[in-house]
């Protein structure tokens, strides 16, 4: 299988403690990105990378949150002192970035997620 | 900044029926907009997008949408839905075609036999 995958795909967690997720996007996607679901909501930006450099981040990214992507390939999301509220799916997608295919849409294909649970 | 809407938080629909899906944009100027499907257990799946042209669009397992800019909507719709549609569905909205997605909140789709 060639698609985005996601590991591992469920953590259960104790307040506190450090967590780390890791994605292997598409071998030839410079683009990757990282959102979360909670229940009952559609999937919110965290950040995303254009290879190995991180472009955006969004203000749901604390700084308890850090991710990397130090090769341009795999990503990891770490999430220091969990808090419950931390809870929630976490989604990675990967595309071609722009300037690769023009001007058409670079779809983004998503793994199946993380699901991360804090007691 | 952008939004997206979905008014339809549920909806049951008896299989074979008509399927409407509600969707509403905030956006400054036409953005590029997607309707994705949710299964448990599944990661996010593409049904169709729209860019510009053709207003209504057409996409996979016999889902289209229609783009109408003067309501700011994208509805997506499907004539006889079938049991396996069950599912989330998400509209989301972009600023540029690499950008990354906002979404709407989601419609849980039930499909009663």
């Known amino acids: 299988d060639t698609g985005v995958s996601q590991n591992p795909r469920h953590k259960i967690t104790k307040r506190g403690q450090n967590v780390t997720f890791r994605c292997d996007p598409i071998?030839?996607?410079?683009?990757l990105y990282w959102y979360r679901q909670t229940l009952g909501q559609g999937p919110e930006f965290l950040t995303y990378f254009q290879n190995e450099a991180q472009l955006e981040k969004s203000r749901l990214l604390s700084d308890r949150f850090s991710a990397e992507r130090p090769k341009g390939s795999f990503s990891t999301l770490e999430i220091q002192r969990t808090e419950q509220g931390d809870s929630a799916m976490y989604l990675c997608?990967?595309?071609?970035?722009?300037?690769?295919?023009?001007?058409?849409?670079?779809?983004?294909?998503f793994g199946p997620g993380t699901r991360l649970t804090v007691l | 900044a952008q939004s997206v809407t979905q008014p339809d938080i549920h909806i049951t629909v008896s299989e074979g029926a008509s399927l409407e899906l509600r969707c509403n944009y905030s956006y400054g100027a036409t953005p590029y907009l997607f309707w994705y499907v949710q299964s448990p257990g599944q990661g996010l799946q593409l049904l169709l997008k729209?860019?510009?042209?053709?207003?209504l669009v057409q996409g996979i397992k016999g889902f289209e949408a229609e783009f109408k800019r003067s309501q700011s909507s994208f509805n997506l719709r499907k004539p006889s839905v079938h049991w396996s549609d069950a599912a989330e569905y998400f509209c989301?909205?972009?600023?540029?075609?690499?950008?990354?997605?906002?979404f709407g909140t989601g419609t849980r789709l039930q499909v009663t036999l």
């Open positions: 997608a990967s595309s071609l970035g722009q300037g690769l295919a023009g001007g058409s849409y670079n779809e983004q294909f």
């Open positions: 071998s030839e996607h410079n683009r």
């Open positions: 989301a909205v972009a600023p540029g075609t690499a950008s990354k997605l906002t």
């Open positions: 729209y860019f510009s042209g053709d207003t």
